[in-house]
C-alpha cells in the first residue's frame, strides 16, 4: 500500500527571525538646486544644457570636464565648465579627424545622391518614360547603319537618270565624296562607325 500523506498541524508555524515593525526607509538626497542657470545637478542635465549626450558627458568627464560628485549624482558649475566645453569643442573642431570625418560624410552623400540618381533612371525606366541605355545605344548603331547604306546606294539611284557617257564617273565621285564623308565621321570621337 502507498504511503499516508503526512498531517500538517493547525498552528502556524513560526518565522526563524522575528518581523521588525519599524523599517527605516533610507532617502535619498539631492543637492539644493540653489541657483539653477550657474548649476547642473546630473549627467543628463547637463547632457541636454549642452545638447550632447550622456555618454559624450561621461567622456568629457574622463578628458577633464571640471564636475564635482555629490553621491552618485554629479555637479557641474556652468561658470567653470563652460570655458572648458569651448576650447574642447573649438580643439575638436580644428582636430585633423574631423576634417576626415567631414570629407566622409560629403563622400557618402555624394555616393547616396548617385543612388537615388539611379534608382530614380530605374523607376522611370520601369514606367516606361526613358530608354534604357543599351536600348538607346542598339537603336542609333541601326539608324547609322540605315543611313551609310542609304547614302551608298544614292550613286547607283542616279545612274538611271544620267546619261551612259558620264554615268561611270559620276558614280564614282558621288561613292568617293560619300565614303570620305563617311570616314570624317567615323573618325569623330562618339561618331558613326563605318
Not at 543628463?44 to 545638447?51: H, L
Not at 560624410?105 to 534604357?132: F, H
Amino acid at each position: 500500500m502507498g504511503k499516508k500523506a503526512s498531517k500538517r498541524s493547525p498552528k502556524k508555524a513560526t518565522p526563524k527571525r522575528p518581523a521588525t515593525r519599524s523599517k527605516k526607509t533610507t532617502r535619498r538626497k539631492t543637492p539644493q538646486k540653489a541657483d539653477s542657470g550657474k548649476m547642473l545637478f546630473g549627467q543628463k542635465e547637463a547632457a541636454d544644457y549642452w545638447g550632447r549626450t550622456t555618454k559624450t558627458i561621461q567622456t568629457w568627464m574622463q578628458n577633464g570636464l571640471p564636475a564635482t560628485k555629490s553621491g552618485r549624482q554629479c555637479v557641474f558649475d556652468v561658470e567653470l565648465c563652460q570655458p572648458w566645453v569651448d576650447a574642447f569643442l573649438s580643439e575638436s573642431e580644428s582636430s585633423e579627424s574631423t576634417k576626415l570625418n567631414e570629407q566622409l560624410k560629403e563622400a557618402r552623400l555624394r555616393e547616396q545622391l548617385l543612388k537615388n540618381d539611379k534608382l530614380e533612371r530605374e523607376k522611370e525606366i520601369a514606367e516606361g518614360n526613358l530608354v534604357p541605355l543599351d536600348e538607346y545605344e542598339l537603336f542609333a548603331a541601326e539608324l547609322v547603319i540605315e543611313a551609310r547604306d542609304q547614302l551608298l546606294n544614292i550613286p547607283k539611284e542616279m545612274r538611271r537618270h544620267l546619261c551612259k557617257k558620264c554615268q561611270k564617273k559620276v558614280v564614282e565621285e558621288m561613292t568617293m565624296v560619300i565614303e570620305n564623308t563617311l570616314q570624317r565621321l567615323a573618325a569623330v570621337e562618339g561618331g558613326p562607325k563605318k
